[in-house]
């Protein structure tokens, strides 16, 4: 725990670091597989500094290394790599330190680490971990395999003192198993697999309508004006258009794709990890590299190919652990472009292509949580029904169409022929279209051909997508035939009633109005001072340019969050706050100190919240809050609903959702507290009220044309809200 504080300035561990550790320390060898973001490194580069001899870092890429071994030496840590872009005077004097035993950890790439010379000089040294990061590459069944990392396997023997613990995010049970079986880790010698949850609480996840992109992504640019992200096209003729659409508009931006050459593709990288380029626009070359923290935005102008794939990418925003925004800009268009992409001469392998492209498109269509969706996506059950950082979770469940009728007509399909037949072919019967294999079965004979004509095919498509995502059918694997499951009898005997979208472009067109905002904020007990925030991002600017580091290589953003709440001008509270060791404050302490005492100066700051340590620790025995009880207890302690939104830095109608599953969950406020908050004249709330009685409260679309369509849909939500807490009705389950 010493070392925890003074070298990496860190007050706790985070889920399954410390068990990693220990297990790493008493020379066991592991699998780790926790989300990006979610602390790998520290669970190698802790023992390194506590084992007496060398930790050998396998790594698959130049920038990660560089990224990593600049971060240690502004700890103060002893690292050093061995890669193709050193000039050859530093290759050898980082050679000549590694004999020397004046190196605790080595970065290096696999192919460099089985050349002979190299070997030999490990040799004579004493090497007690060899960590293996994104371990995914040595599995075939992995998305980015390397053939290179199948060669450590061969060299483990040359090491037999060294545990080897191997690390990645994106691991499915397959490709875990590849790499046990591959690395030759066995329980009989003490082997454990550590395998997090794939669930990046801080990413706040919208997927909207894509109409007029361009304008979409500057709307959505707007409001991350100072911010660092990564738009993804699919193609470099759209990467190299949309960057230059942005520049034009005054954007800091560049491109990034494979047909850059490598000096490009290395300045463009360099310039948006060290803070002097804001947005790279790119394909999905540009990523797996980057270990910057602060992306706070993930923008995806084109539709995944896969499920995996946008997991992976949107896994780049919010490795602080502060809130970052994902935003999908959806349209049916793009899916024929990407069938064709995904297309190739093997059947087999274009059918699994497919499905995965099926997949990414019913995620992108779904009406529940998009988070649980993701996990169950990947093996993992969710905690909860609702994460309140989707915009499913978010968006009120007024405007949903009943779609039982539709239902029941395409349930009834699939049964009546046979429970074989994939979603096409059960669309055109329902449309009754004369196709050779309509005939060549018959089923124009059915009684449910052609009763579906009043729907467009596209319609049909999109439901079928809902049924399938409701459990009423599932598919075959192979070929894609649909089968009723349990669920179907229900709605077949009219037990059960089926709700839900005709159209996407309405249900995305909603969702797109929630979730918005610039996803700075954390949960914090006191907001944090913008102006001298800012103040202290340009001082890590020029620190780092001065040190030829990354800005986040000084101090992350959560640090200086820190500094711009609390105001530390001791060398003792600074050395409390997050990210603060001893080195770091020695190095970097004076000049920020004097800057926070310049400031508090000037703007006649004396008092200064109470720290309550360890701030931002995150532990195993105690969960994160969600964010819907975070916001209810500080309404419910006087705060408004505008204070709060501009503290989580959120929409005000955001918060108003939170309030509602704050009351969905049983809790209590003042109704009076409530109704302050309202613009809607008193005479109109009583008229609004009214409309409730009338129409109820469960859609607001009835009480909006009763009034008129003059009363926002922001107020009625408000008025909705009082009107369940000044007739005590139980709150209507989501």
Known sequence: MELLKTIFGYDDFRPLQKQIIDHILAKKDTLVVLPTGGGKSLCFQLPALMFDGLTIVVSPLISLMKDQVDQLQ????????????????????????????????????????????????????????????????????????????????????????????????????????????????????????????????????????????????????????????????????????????????????????????????NRFQTEFIRDDVRIIVATIAFGMGIDKPNVRFVLHYDLPKSVENYYQEIGRAGRDGLDAECLLLFSHADIPRLKSLVTGPDEQQNRAAWFHLEDMVRFAEAQDCRKKRLLAYFGETAATDDCGMCDNCLAPADQVQDLTIEAQKFLSCVKRTGERFGAGHIIDVLRGAETKKIFQFRHHLLSTYGIGKEVSKKQWFYLSRQFQSKGFVQREDNYGGLTLTPEAWGVLKKETRVSGWLDPRHRLSQSSEAA???????????????????????????????????????????????????????????????????????KYGPDFMALIAEFCTTHAISDVPERKPPAFAVTESIPKEKRHVQVGRLYHDGMSVKDIAE????????????????????????AGHVIDECPVPPDAQEKVRQAFDTHGYQFLKPVFEAMDREIPYDDLHLMRLYYLYVNEIAPPSK
């Open 516 to 586: 918005t905002g610039t996803g700075h904020a954390e949960s914090t007990p006191h907001p944090h001072h913008p102006d001298l925030f800012e103040l202290l991002r340009q001082k890590r600017k020029e620190l780092a340019d001065e040190a030829g580091v990354p800005p986040y290589a000084v101090f992350p953003d959560k640090t200086l969050m820190e500094l711009a709440t609390f105001f530390p001008r001791t060398e003792t509270d600074f050395l409390n706050t997050f990210g603060v060791g001893k080195t770091k404050l020695e």
């Open 647 to 670: 503290q989580f830095h959120v929409k005000q109608i955001t918060i108003i959702h939170h309030l509602f599953r704050y009351f969905q969950d049983g809790n209590r406020i003042q």
């Open 74 to 265: 502004e700890m103060g840590v002893s690292a050093v790599c061995l890669n193709s872009s050193l000039p050859a005077d530093q290759y050898r004097h980082h050679m000549s330190l590694i004999r020397q035993n004046q190196v605790k950890l080595l970065y290096i790439a696999p192919e460099s680490l089985v050349r002979p010379q190299i070997l030999e000089m490990l040799g004579a040294v004493t090497v007690d971990c060899l960590a293996i990061d994104e371990a995914h590459c040595i599995s075939a069944w992995g998305h980015d395999f390397r053939p290179e990392y199948r060669l450590l396997a061969q060299i483990r023997p040359r090491f037999p003192e060294a545990v080897c613990a191997a690390f990645t995010a994106t691991a499915t049970p397959a490709v875990q198993k590849d790499i046990q079986a591959s690395l030759g880790f066995s329980a009989d010698t003490g082997f454990k697999p550590f395998i997090g949850s794939f669930d990046r609480e801080n990413l706040r996840i919208r997927v909207i309508f894509k109409d007029n992109p361009l304008q979409q992504t500057l709307g959505f640019l707007e409001a991350h004006k100072q911010d660092s992200g990564i738009i993804y096209c699919l193609s470099r003729k759209q990467v190299d258009a949309l960057a230059d659409q942005l520049a034009v508009q005054g954007f800091l931006v560049r491109p990034y794709h494979a047909g850059l050459d490598d000096t490009k593709r």
